[in-house]
């Protein structure tokens, strides 16, 4: 849009441009169209299943037709790496326009069935020198049960090659394995694990499960570590989300509480050392020596939030259960507002990643087992934040 909008201007001024513009893009993006301020917004888009009760942003459908699509990475070529929970690692290249193409890369491990599987990805930092990437992996440890494993491999011509254990016996589950990663601003690796089932061991601090743990990127142990181990913040249930707002404040997202009394689901502003109160606390009550949420769900509402972004000054974040983009607006520590997008318009949500053009994309998790899957679900779905 903005390519065709710089040879209208040349043509015919800056008037008959915002007329044309207001004329044939109202249908899909008006807000984006009647300012000038259109010549500066990233490229854009297709409308998609537009509702009549739901604002119709600026949207996208890059990829579709995958399974359980768990996080997304975006590599200096302007291509996409995604996982499948199932144990894909998926290359989305792009052709023309917005079409992509597939490539598969098999992994060195098979993972179990489950809320696990192959999980987090992220890139290291300097990823364009070093080729370096991480994933979180369930692992079938015999007749233990599972457990979850970061593995640090190079990725060169769609190989995973140099495999290394960054941090292993991370309790694994049929659900609640956690599995977000992401690097700080401080240049260390943050893993969100989960309580695996066993709500106890979020509050053990010799249990890797139920905290968020924080290591270098070789996998060794931060000097400032508020407790000579990998632990960095403890108490949570099922973490899937963190993001640093422009401050350098950490945000996190957790699933509360599940079954008949779903809800409680959390947004919580995270301090090294802190406990964050699961199994003990939920909702808005207090206790010395752990700290409750920053933004809460209550007992009658479940977004099941599985990602956080930030971005412009909100927290973003997907919601399975809840089945929409949630868009926490921020005022330094305080959530001022929530504001909920795409309400089942596209089913469950689960990431949230912000791309190199300023972008969100969104993945869904239909085939999940949990949903209502489309024809070509699940998809990756590409979103202009300006026309939110
Ligand atoms: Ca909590």
Redesign the pocket.
């Not at 752990?290 to 949420?293: D, L, N, Q």
């Given at each position: 849009m903005a390519y065709k909008t710089k040879i209208i201007i040349g043509i015919a001024g800056i008037v008959i441009v915002a007329a044309a513009l207001w004329m044939t893009s109202r249908s899909n993006a008006p807000e984006a169209t009647v300012t000038p301020a259109v010549t500066t917004t990233p490229r854009t888009t297709l409308p998609v299943a537009p509702s009549p009760t739901v604002s119709v942003p600026a949207v996208s459908v890059i990829a579709s037709n995958l399974n359980i699509p768990w996080d997304i990475a975006f590599l200096p070529d302007n291509s996409l790496l995604v996982t499948e929970r199932g144990g894909n690692l998926v290359h989305l290249k792009k052709e023309v326009g917005d079409v992509y193409s597939k490539t598969i890369i098999k992994l060195p491990h098979p993972v179990p069935r489950g809320e696990g599987g192959l999980l987090g990805l992220v890139l290291h930092p300097r990823f364009a020198e070093n080729r370096q990437l991480y994933l979180y992996m369930t692992t079938q440890e015999s007749s233990a049960g599972t457990k979850n494993t970061v593995f640090r491999y190079s990725f060169v011509n769609n190989e995973l090659t140099d495999e290394k254990i960054i941090i292993k016996d991370i309790p694994g589950a049929l659900y609640h394995d956690g599995g977000r990663m992401e690097f700080g601003p401080d240049g260390l690796l943050y893993i969100t694990t989960g309580d695996a089932q066993s709500p106890a061991i979020a509050q053990d601090l010799k249990s890797l499960g139920g905290k968020i743990l924080r290591l270098t990127a070789d996998g060794g142990i931060p000097s400032d570590n508020p407790f000579g181990t990998a632990v960095y913040s403890y108490?949570?249930?099922n973490p899937q989300g963190l993001a640093w707002d422009d401050a350098g404040r950490l945000w996190e997202t957790?699933h509360?509480r599940s079954g008949v009394t779903s809800g409680m689901d959390?947004l919580?502003l995270i301090e090294k050392g802190k406990n964050?109160?699961?199994p003990t606390?939920?909702g808005d009550k207090t206790q010395a020596g752990?700290?409750?949420?920053a933004l809460h769900s209550g007992a009658r509402d479940t977004w099941a939030p599985a990602s956080a972004v930030f971005h412009d000054g909100s927290i973003y974040f997907g919601g399975l259960k809840g089945e929409a983009l949630y868009e926490a607006v921020l005022n330094r520590e305080q959530v001022v507002e929530l504001r909920t997008h795409f309400k089942d318009v596209y089913g469950r949500i689960r990431t949230v990643r912000l791309g190199p053009d300023g972008m969100l994309y969104l993945t869904t998790s239909n085939r999940d087992g949990r949903g209502n899957s489309s024809p070509d679900d699940d998809r990756i779905i590409r979103i202009n934040p300006k026309t939110l």
């Open positions: 108490g949570h249930r957790e509360g959390e919580n964050y109160g699961w606390l939920e752990m700290v409750a949420p």
